[in-house]
């Protein structure tokens, strides 16, 4: 997969091999998707662009995909916060974010991707069925675009 959301030149790499990845399914028991282990193994910290589309005319935006062995409120800081609040136990995996919106998810059985947002914390919004198609949206609505015009995550997600 092409990762158009990332911002050029590169910045922020920080790379980690198989072995990293592996020890956190380990430790926290479950798998990343495919697509987002390959993600991690080729742009891991990598700067991206702000994505904006909609789900349900609800706008939503990522800035990032949370980085793993970063330091500081890296992936394995976000699942520790995510095992204080439950949300572990319940199977949500957090891997991206939004100062604005909150935080994604994506369910370790299902692969269902969700987001808590900052307001509503403890409420979760279904996105899409899964990792492939929320990357997708991600390439299809980076950069700038008019409110009227932002990318329906909806329209890949009933194509599948």
Same mark, same amino acid.
């Given at each position: !997969? &092409? ?6 030149p590169?910045?922020?790499? #920080? *790379?980690?091999?198989?072995?990293? =990845? $592996? ?29 904006? !589309? &909609? ?10 995909? #949370? *980085?793993?062995?970063?330091?500081? =409120? $890296? ?6 916060l ?39 914390i ?39």
């Amino acid at each position: !997969m &092409k990762y158009e959301f990332i911002k050029k030149p590169l910045h922020g790499l #920080i *790379p980690i091999d198989a072995t990293d =990845l $592996d020890n956190l399914e380990k430790r926290y028991n479950f798998r990343f998707p495919q697509v987002l282990r390959d993600y991690y193994l080729l742009l891991n910290g990598c700067d991206i662009q702000t994505c904006r !589309m &909609k789900r349900d005319d609800q706008t939503i935006l990522v800035t990032e995909i #949370i *980085p793993v062995n970063k330091g500081s =409120l $890296d992936l394995e800081d976000q699942i520790q916060l995510a095992e204080e609040d439950q949300y572990l136990s319940a199977g949500l995996i957090p891997f991206a974010s939004n100062p604005v919106c909150g935080i994604f998810y994506f369910h370790k059985d299902s692969q269902i991707i969700c987001c808590s947002f900052y307001d509503a914390i403890d409420e979760f919004q279904y996105i899409c069925t899964g990792m492939d198609i929320f990357l997708e949206a991600m390439n299809r609505s980076c950069g700038e675009q008019d409110d009227d015009t932002l990318f329906d995550i909806a329209t890949i997600d009933k194509e599948r």
